[in-house]
């Protein structure tokens, strides 16, 4: 019967050769992260879902705002700590697992799925490098995140990544609308019982102000 890291060293063999060659390095068993624009910084996963099912997601960190994580904020200081600022999941434009997702089989005298996890890699790594190529510097960030949100999602609505709402004050505040920032940070916290005075999210709104308009 196939195990996890049978599933592993093939997804390793398949993605890993691929994202390598555009500068990407493996950091967990199912992430790879590029610095090549640091502060930004590329990720793409493998999550798992219900029904022995794996599929990917990408998504990009901006380096600037504090991750959110059991009810704390922390710093995005090195591609071990870094979260997606803005979260790419395929399924959730389809509301359906897509069909070039992996589907590990776990009976007995299955084989690990080596075509799936290779239409999987040929599928979705190139749709991942053409929307990391969007983002060149926090002003095309903005400007893609703002596209993204807007988009009508099928399976969770784009606020439901909890990150998403926490950045959205961060990109108010880098387009100069305060008002904006300040509203969207105070829905956030609210919502999740985080602290509007924690001393990392201060300290990351105060350098907003050397990166926004006119810095």
């Known amino acids: 019967m196939p195990t996890v890291a049978d599933f592993d060293t093939a997804l390793a ?16 068993r199912r992430t790879w992260v590029r610095e090549t624009k640091l502060p930004i910084r590329e990720i793409l996963a493998i999550q798992a879902l219900k029904g022995a099912t794996y599929s990917p997601l ?18 995005q200081t090195s591609s071990k700590n870094a979260v997606m600022d803005l979260r790419i999941d395929p399924i959730d434009e389809t509301g359906n697992v897509p069909r070039e997702a992996i589907q590990f089989l776990t009976g007995y005298t299955d084989p690990v799925p ?34 993204r949100s807007r988009l009508v999602y099928r399976r969770f609505g784009f606020l439901n990544v909890i990150q998403h709402g926490l950045v959205m004050a961060f990109v108010a505040a880098l387009e100069g609308d305060h008002a904006a920032s300040s509203a ?12 509007p005075d924690d001393p990392v999210l201060r300290a990351a709104l105060a350098r907003v102000g050397d990166s926004g308009p006119g810095a």
């Open 58 to 75: 990408w998504g990009v960190s901006i380096g600037l705002a504090p991750s959110f994580r059991g009810g704390k904020f922390r710093k």
């Open 184 to 195: 969207a940070l105070r829905d956030f916290c609210e919502r999740f019982d985080a602290d």
């Open 13 to 28: 063999a398949e993605f890993g050769p691929r994202l390598a060659e555009h500068g990407f390095l493996q950091t967990t």
């Open 114 to 147: 080596i075509r799936a996890i290779r239409e999987c890699a040929d599928t979705f790594v190139p749709r991942a490098l053409a929307d990391f190529a969007r983002v060149t510097d926090l002003p095309s960030f903005c400007a893609f995140f703002r596209a």
